[in-house]
C-alpha cells in the first residue's frame, strides 16, 4: 500500500496528557499538511512542511501543539496538556510538488480526550 | 468567516437518478477545486477537480461544474448509485497559501 499512513488510528486519553502522532507520506511527496475535523464540519487547516521545513501553521495550532517533519519524510504532531475541545479527527495529507497538485489524504487519528 | 460554504448538510436521492451537491464560495483568490468523497472513520478520497479556467470536468459518472460569476460549483453524479453514499466535501485553493479551504460537508443518501 503507497498511500499515506496515519497510526495510532484511534487515541483515548485523559485531559492532561500529551499524545503523538505519526503520518507518513507518499513515499515522493514533498509536501506534508495536517489539517483537524471536528463533528459535522469540514477539515480545518493546521500546518504545512515542504520537505523538513514548516513554513505555514494555522491560528489554530496553538502553542500545546507542535508539529514536525525531521527529515522530510514522515512527520509527527504532539498535543501538550490535551484538553477536551481537543478531541478531533488529525487527518494527515501529501502532495507532490507543483501548482495545483492534488493532496491524497491518510485515514486519520481519531483522538478522544476524557 | 466561512470562504466555502455547502449548504444542504444532507441530500437524498434514488438509485439510478441524478445526484447534485452544490457549494459556493466567497473568496475571488480561488483558482482551483476539488471535490472529496469521505466515508466514515476513512480519510477523504479525492474525485474530481477543476481550474477555474475551464466550466466544466467530467470523469465518469462525475461531472464539476464551475460558475465563476456566481461564485458556485456543483457535482453531478449519474447515474447515483448506493456506493457513492458518504459525505461530500468542496475544497478550494488558490487564498494565499497552501492549504485548502473546505466546505462543511453533504451528507449523501442514495437509496436502492
Known amino acids: 500500500d503507497t498511500g499515506v499512513s496515519q497510526d495510532p488510528r484511534h487515541k483515548i486519553t485523559k485531559r492532561g496528557q500529551n499524545v503523538t502522532f505519526r503520518c507518513d507520506p507518499i513515499?515522493?511527496?514533498?509536501?506534508l499538511y495536517w489539517y483537524r475535523q471536528t463533528l459535522g464540519q469540514g477539515p480545518e487547516f493546521l500546518t504545512y512542511f515542504q520537505n523538513e521545513a514548516q513554513l505555514e501553521k494555522s491560528r489554530l495550532l496553538s502553542d500545546r501543539f507542535s508539529a514536525e517533519r525531521p527529515k522530510g519524510s514522515f512527520s509527527t504532531l504532539e498535543i501538550q496538556r490535551t484538553e477536551q475541545g481537543d478531541s478531533a479527527m488529525y487527518l494527515c495529507a501529501s502532495r507532490s510538488a507543483g501548482g495545483r497538485e492534488t493532496q491524497y489524504f491518510g485515514p486519520g487519528t481519531r483522538l478522544l480526550v476524557l | 468567516d466561512q470562504q466555502v460554504k455547502q449548504n444542504s448538510p444532507s441530500l437524498s436521492v434514488q438509485e439510478g437518478r441524478i445526484s447534485i451537491l452544490n457549494c459556493d464560495y466567497t473568496n475571488s483568490m480561488f483558482d482551483y477545486f476539488l471535490w472529496y468523497k469521505k466515508y466514515p472513520a476513512e480519510g477523504p478520497t479525492f474525485l474530481i477537480s477543476i481550474s477555474s479556467i475551464k466550466d466544466k470536468n467530467e470523469d465518469g459518472r462525475f461531472t464539476v461544474f464551475l460558475n465563476k460569476s456566481a461564485k458556485h460549483l456543483s457535482l453531478h453524479i449519474v447515474p447515483s448509485q448506493p456506493g457513492d453514499s458518504a459525505v461530500y466535501f468542496c475544497?478550494?485553493?488558490?487564498?494565499?497559501?497552501?492549504?485548502?479551504?473546505f466546505g462543511g460537508g453533504t451528507r449523501l443518501m442514495v437509496k436502492p
Open positions: 475544497a478550494a485553493w488558490g487564498n494565499a497559501g497552501n492549504m485548502l479551504t
Open positions: 513515499s515522493e511527496h514533498n509536501r
